[in-house]
């Protein structure tokens, strides 16, 4: 994995100041300006005066994985398709976000019930938005998507979602990856 502008400034300039001409001198970055202006918006930097910054403590930076998980998922609930969470998103929404599981803390695994006529309209309106739905990632995230030829939808707190007793079956049929979860459900 190459080094990013953050990596960088952290390594050179740790917890001091470092102006905007240093950071050019240091990058040789033609575009400066618009590099760090970037970084503030993400919360990586902070701006302490005019042409002076300093890097943001860890403690006060922005989590970007929580950004894309909800872009993703946004992107989803908006599609003009009939869908349904499925999976271990179903779990998380039917306990209310409060049991989660994930192959590691920097990917998010969207499971999506869609029908099988719709696969092909599916990809491309992920593609359209930079959202994989091939499951090779270790980073960042990914929509699965399971077909089906029917399927049913119940309205969880304004996001579809397969019904109760799907869940519940789940749930029992995978006691080592949702043990405990069948307490949490809320709804």
Do not use: Q
């Not at 302490?48 to 943001?56: D, L, T």
């Not at 998380?92 to 998010?108: A, D, F, H, Q």
């Amino acid at each position: 994995m190459g080094l990013t502008y953050l990596d960088v400034i952290i390594s050179r300039f740790g917890e001091t100041e470092f102006t905007t001409e240093e950071f050019t001198l240091l990058t040789g970055s033609s575009r400066s300006a618009k590099l760090l202006s970037e970084l503030k918006m993400k919360g990586y930097v902070t701006r302490v005066g005019r042409g002076k910054y300093k890097v943001s403590p860890i403690s006060e930076r922005l989590d970007t994985r929580l950004i894309e998980w909800e872009r993703v998922r946004n992107i989803v609930l908006n599609a003009p398709f009939k869908k349904a969470w499925t999976g271990s998103t179903a779990v998380e929404v039917w306990t209310n976000g409060r049991y989660k599981i994930s192959p590691n803390p920097y990917l998010r695994v969207f499971h999506l019930m869609i029908y099988k006529s719709e696969l092909d309209e599916w990809h491309r309106y992920l593609m359209r938005f930079g959202v994989s739905y091939i499951g090779k990632k270790k980073i960042g995230s990914f929509v699965s998507l399971e077909k089906s030829s029917k399927f049913e939808a119940t309205m969880i707190a304004g996001e579809p979602v397969i019904p109760r007793d799907m869940v519940l079956k789940l749930i029992r049929s995978h006691p080592g990856l949702y043990e405990g979860a069948e307490k949490l459900i809320e709804y």
